[in-house]
């Protein structure tokens, strides 16, 4: 290390300039693509976020008023809390799922694993609107598998009461997601080295102390990526009530049931895109700041631990 | 020439909306419903049709039709289709709950609704409360006159004597019991009640003629199709729900072409074959031709059904104006009504007060001078 620090301050300013701009021609198709795809959009949106769009009169430069109103937007706050209140409930819960079931195909005491890997991940093979479809049948009282059950039971139980949607929403992306994550998990353990379950037996750990002392921190790195990934999905809510929306009456449903839905209404049916970019910015900063947190949380657990 | 289906309604004006702001990739001609015109029309989106000669054609259509194309005294599209209200109802069910005539009048009606709902738990004589689309029909055929443009500025009060007379009535519908939200139209609960017949009628545009048998196969024979039951009995007055018009857009460089591709559709060659495939077309030389009136519709039981279809298109009650928003007030609408339809909280009243009062913020946000 110490002789290629001494190599590099012999070379001449000249040679280091070049090798510079050699640098940045190396790095230009990404930078360009980057710069493309992704800073200039949003650039654009904070550019748009700073107009109202008028159906008399046009593009009207009215500064940050978008933002200003947008903090007083009863209805933009009950989407963002609609989603917090979601996200703070199905993400651990779909995530301890994918966990139990993680560990459990790597104990190697079920039989059929490979058989259950693919089914539980199947579901993230299905497309949104098809399974958001599927489960509406499901969950259906009209005619659906619970008209059957409350009949047998003699319940009148309706998942899609106004007061259960949220409910009915996160069993589907739990049924969608759970097969996704445990299969990152389930690859985390894998990469475990043998030899450490050979120290463990050797030790005289039983299998719960080895779950815990062996397995549980393996899955440390994957779990902070799996929860951010999560996040960031939940926050982004859509097309689940999206579909219901047209497909159930009485669903509790409205325009701006998630702040996705709300932006893509403001957008398209009402024609306010400035207004619509800003909330997506703003959603965009929350959902930003709340993954850095866990990230940053979750890597110094993780660097203590090493 | 191009043709490309970029789905349904709302999400072709999307697109429209779309290409225009990104100025490419729009389409010479497209296809906008009644209500969806006024909106393109108002950011001058689309072509004076009667600088193209399309005036001519005036007399091809009843005022009611001619009417819903203008938007500020200036026409704006021509008339593809068309949504004359007139009422379905499954005879079947009807003499179960030991209703021997279809009702004529609202009165009778109502009475209906009860014996129906007197079958069982899942019988009702409707469905979809509230849509939007039924209570505006009832208000319009009542004479309601909610909504009216001259130039920016536009007019939402729902005072008026006869708009509440419709909303009265169906907000006694609502109390009773006598319709359900539960199901709303176009899904999967609908086609299969109105398959077993357990929803009684449909208040709703004539078009429904050919969309029913494929939804409702089994019920074959049962339907038939009535007037819009009436506010005073002698009166005939329908109302209008769906259908759709094709308008040129402004942005268009070949508009002349564009403007005889139309011409075809709604009265050329084109027209035959949409008639031929079930389309319900308001032009009066079909409607009042011999073998349209006399078909005889095999699942609505040999019924005549287009006798009644053409007569409801020639009684649309007059006077009516979508304003230019509607396609953002049909939005709002969900949520608004959500919490009465929903949940029982507040009345239908209460819904429209709130209704009329956002849609007053929004056009007035939106540059109109909104009363």
Redesign the interface.
Known sequence: MDSKVLLRKKQTNNVKNRRKQIGWLFIAPFAIFFTFVYILPIIYSIYISLFQN????GEVFVGLNNYKELMADE?FWDGVKRVFTYTVIQVPVMLILSMILALALDSLRLYGTKFVRIVSFLPYGVPAIVSTLMW??ML?T??GLFKSINKALGTNFNPFA?QWTLVSIAVMATWIYAGYNMLIFYSSLKSVSSDLYEAAQIDGANGMKIVWYIKMPALRGSLVVTIIFSIIGSFQLFNEPQIL????????I???YTPNMYVY?LA????Q?GYAAALAIVMAVITIVIAYIVQIRGLRDTMNER | MKFENVGSASDQYKAIDNALQAGTGFPDVAQFEYFAMPYFAVANKLADLSLLGAGDYASDYVDAVWNGVHFNNTLYALPLDYGQVVMFYNQDTFEKAGIAEAPTTWDEYYEAAKKIRALGDDYYISNAAGDIFLIMSLIWQAGGQPFSTDGNSVKVDFSDANTQKALSFWQKMIDEDLVTNAIGNWSDDWNRALNDGTLATQIIGGWMTANLPPRAPDASGNFRVAPMPQWNAGENYSAENGGSTLAILEASEKKEAAFKFVEYITHGDGVRPRVDSNATVPNISILESEEFLNLEDEYYGGQQVNQVIADAAANVRTGWQFPPFFEWMRNDWTDVSMPFFTNGEGDIFEVFANWQQNSIDYGNEQGFTVE
């Open positions: 008028k159906l008399i009169g209805k509406g049948f259906g009209k005619y106004p929306s047209k497909m159930v009456s009485n669903s509790g409205t325009n701006y209404n398209f049916t009402g024609s895109q």
